[in-house]
């Protein structure tokens, strides 16, 4: 069965941190671009970050309420992509996804492009 799972989510304190996964099972994670993305209450999904294949350029972007305190990373030995979220603030409070592109596709990336497989998501909430 091919999927992806998201894990690592929880309650945190503002200015905690936080590291987020997303395993594959089934496929080779490597072989796709990856996204991460969040969707808080009442708020449409947005890009918070985007890591391309090794095989590739390796290209990483960030959306700019993240950049400079979220770091995405891969272990392919693992076949996982982690999203390290340090600093967190309440407005990063949300649902966080991953998906895997279509082959081929580079990052950046946005909502528009086909994501061929989706996690299930995990809650991340930033509250005091």
């Known amino acids: 069965q091919l999927q992806l799972v998201e894990s690592g989510g929880g309650l945190v304190q503002p200015g905690g941190s936080l590291r987020l996964s997303c395993a594959a099972s089934?496929?080779?994670?490597?072989?796709?671009?990856i996204g991460w993305f969040r969707q808080a209450p009442g708020k449409e999904r947005e890009v918070v970050s985007c890591?391309?294949?090794?095989?590739?350029?390796?290209?990483?972007n960030y959306a700019n309420s993240v950049m400079g305190r979220f770091t995405i990373s891969r272990d392919n030995a693992k076949n996982t992509v982690y999203l390290q979220m340090n600093s967190l603030k309440p407005e990063d409070t949300a649902v966080y996804f991953c998906?895997?592109?279509?082959?081929?596709?580079?990052?950046?990336?946005?909502?528009?492009?086909?994501?061929?497989?989706w996690g299930q998501g995990t809650q991340v909430t930033v509250s005091s």
């Open positions: 998906a895997a592109a279509a082959p081929s596709l580079r990052c950046p990336l946005t909502l528009a492009v086909r994501w061929d497989y």
């Open positions: 089934g496929f080779t994670l490597d072989y796709y671009a």
């Open positions: 890591i391309s294949t090794s095989t590739s350029d390796g290209s990483i």
